[in-house]
């Protein structure tokens, strides 16, 4: 199957730093990305759209300054968190959509869990 | 817009015993429905999906689902519960109205007693 991987895994910073995550699809190209926000015990929230070399889609309450997402080739997508904050704590998820025709399935990483001291 | 339900945030069975994990689905078209698993501070693995060909869909791990356009239903069930089934379940839809993005149900925590 599909495989999609993240780094890092984990990260621990300071507030006020930038951190920067990224999503790599390892075994096919991926012109769409997804990044995901998932809370303790909650569901995942589509933070936005990552499409190669074109700006991403954020979607609505999401602040696009904040969160720089940077798809720069076909097989990596970055998310930047930036000047991060306590509350930018989460565990952030992305997916990669497999371009198979008739298929909208997404592939998901193993997720980053963000700490901001 | 595009919408999933799922019934019961948690679910409780016995080793062994019949898995039922519920989600009904709201779309103005027709939808794909996928079932994810999620094990503690790990990413989503598919488990299923239904992608208008047969209602019927098997999975790995020996799950499956049946898509009910009557009911707007999409429920997973698994004959025979095993320890390692234990994780957190999300129902998901995409397509209609969503386009490409997939919205998610709020999960169904599973948990498999001895």
């Known amino acids: 199957g599909a495989v999609v991987s993240q780094h890092p895994s984990r990260v621990i910073c300071k507030s006020g730093t930038s951190v920067k995550i990224e999503c790599r699809s390892l075994d096919f190209q991926a012109t769409t990305m997804f990044w995901y926000r998932q809370f303790p015990k909650q569901s995942l929230m589509l933070m936005a759209t990552s499409n190669e070399g074109s700006k991403a889609t954020y979607e609505q309450g999401v602040e696009k300054d904040k969160f720089l997402i940077n798809h720069a080739s076909l097989t990596l997508s970055t998310l930047t968190v930036t000047s991060a904050h306590p509350e930018d704590s989460s565990f952030y998820i992305c997916?990669?959509?497999?371009?198979?025709?008739?298929?909208?399935?997404?592939?998901f990483g193993p997720g980053t869990r963000l700490l901001v001291l | 817009a595009q919408s999933v339900t799922q019934l019961g945030s948690h679910v409780s069975v016995s080793e062994g015993a019949l898995v039922l994990l519920r989600c009904n689905y709201s779309?103005?078209?027709?939808?794909?429905l996928f079932w994810y698993v999620q094990y503690p501070n790990q990413g989503l693995q598919l488990l299923l999906k239904y992608t208008s060909a047969a209602t019927l869909v098997k999975g790995i791990n020996g799950f499956e689902a049946e898509f009910k356009k009557s009911e707007t239903s999409f429920h997973l069930t698994k004959p025979s519960a095993h320890m390692s089934d234990a994780a957190e379940y999300f129902c998901?839809?995409?397509?209609?109205?969503?386009?490409?993005?997939?919205?998610f149900g709020t999960g169904t925590q599973l948990k498999v007693e001895l």
């Open positions: 998901a839809v995409s397509g209609g109205g969503g386009g490409n993005k997939l919205t």
């Open positions: 779309s103005s078209v027709p939808p794909y």
């Open positions: 997916s990669a959509r497999v371009p198979t025709a008739g298929s909208e399935t997404q592939y």
